[in-house]
């Protein structure tokens, strides 16, 4: 079955910025939803940023202004773009891609603010 694979964290200063990007693995259909959640040790996932196929996006109170999320139709990917990053950001960073008839979650990838 098709996966999503998520890459661009690491390790980054306070301050700084990366571009995380979701892919899915193979050939599919297109999404209807896509998203960005995170999860820090012993802490609950969270819903960070969310993107329609009509292009409507809403974000996390706790990231809105240094965040930005969009999508590439051309190649069903999907991007969040982290700026201005806090040490209270370092988490699991997974994105989430909803089609009419499925729902698929990818492994997720480590984000570490950390000087």
């Known amino acids: 079955q098709v996966q999503l694979v998520e890459s661009g964290g690491g390790l980054v200063q306070p301050g700084g910025s990366l571009r995380l990007s979701c892919a899915p693995s193979?050939?599919?259909?297109?999404?209807?939803?896509m998203a960005w959640y995170r999860q820090a040790p012993g802490k609950q996932r969270d819903l960070v940023a969310r993107?329609?196929?009509?292009?409507?996006?809403n974000y996390a109170d706790f990231v809105k202004g240094r965040f930005t999320i969009s999508g590439d139709k051309v190649k069903n990917t999907w991007y969040l773009q982290m700026n201005s990053l806090k040490p209270e950001d370092t988490a699991v960073y997974s994105c989430?891609?909803?089609?009419?008839?499925?729902?698929?979650w990818g492994q997720g990838t480590q984000v570490t603010v950390s000087s």
């Open positions: 193979g050939s599919t259909s297109r999404f209807l939803i």
């Open positions: 989430y891609g909803k089609q009419i008839l499925s729902d698929y």
């Open positions: 993107i329609t196929s009509s292009g409507s996006t």
